[in-house]
């Protein structure tokens, strides 16, 4: 239960010139109700031994499915809750004890909860007023904030009026409130139009642009896929990928070649080489699907003798989706839901073994 005090990683990290803005350092939560501690049930170990990182500037996005630990992370980095065990640092500090840093971070909950009766006006200013912001600042910050969220036209407005989009969009304001250097999003575009999703991906575009670090949670992935430069995986509190989304996204040790002006006789040859995936109407190249080896360049060559035009060789690539969907599934087949105890369980790998069978076809486009 005894918190570490000294800092988890140095700062910067060492060689790379980043700064570590937030560390978990083997960070474990188990839930236990009053009940369970009474009759000594389980809890549900909703987080299982985390390690991660965040950089100053960077967009980092924690994903998983329902229940994965998002939000109990989320929770235990803004000091909200205990950790069973391990740690975590904000700038370096125990969120928990040193409430310093709470200044210097900006929260939006998953559904934020805000009284009815204000406006979005009034429901700024209050939480403004909390902060201590003086008057000059309040008048020059809040319709800056209404204006980004596109809740200029509403502000009038009594919250109990908005819609679940509207009360989202005045949660990200409020996040924003005191200028952090880091923002924690949980689920920030649920219950968004794609307006309105669109409007918090300008927003997060923003605040990179500006330096600051964007911590968010989310099951969008595509959303996520263009917006963030490294990328968690939790699935049922356990980490399944960690590290740069350009990274997670190549298919290790596979290529493609893109052909265009091959005659069926070259297809032939090229398919007993690779795989070779099926064009599209609108499209005359033909792609070929490649182990990284020798195969290249038997197909290389294959291509010029044949008097056809190589296109590209680029590394496969896979959709945030697929990655998702491949990591997910693989440990649901492996760890059926009643199975679960995180502390008998193996460690789940980083990284897969073994590559998996190139993901269906159509699946992904570079
Ligand atoms: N206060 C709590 N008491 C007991 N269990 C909880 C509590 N909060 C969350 N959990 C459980 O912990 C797990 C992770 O939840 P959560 O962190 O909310 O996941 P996510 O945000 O990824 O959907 C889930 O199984 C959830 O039911
Ligand atoms: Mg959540």
Redesign the pocket.
Known sequence: MAMVETPLVANPVAGTGQETVISCERLH?T???AFGELFRLP?????SDLNMEVFRGEVFAMI????????????LLMGL?FPTRGACRLFGRNPKRDVSVKRRIGFMP?GPYFYGHLNGFELLEFYANLLGMDAARRKRRIPELLDMVGMTNRAKNRLRTYSKGMVQRIGLAHALLNDPEIVFL??PTSGLDPIGARDIRDVVVRMKAEGKTVFL?SHFLTEIENLCDRVIL?D??RTLRYGALEELLVEPGKMRLTVSGASDALKDQLGKVGRLRRSSENRPSTDLILKDGPDIGAAVKLIQDAGAHLDSILPMRRTLEDVFMEAVQRTQADRPWDAIDADDAEDSPAAPAETPVATADGSEES
């Open positions: 939560k839930y236990t109700t809890g549900v170990t909703a987080l998983g499915p329902n229940g994965s630990g998002k939000t109990t992370t989320l929770k809750i998953d949980d689920e949670c939790l049922r509190g």
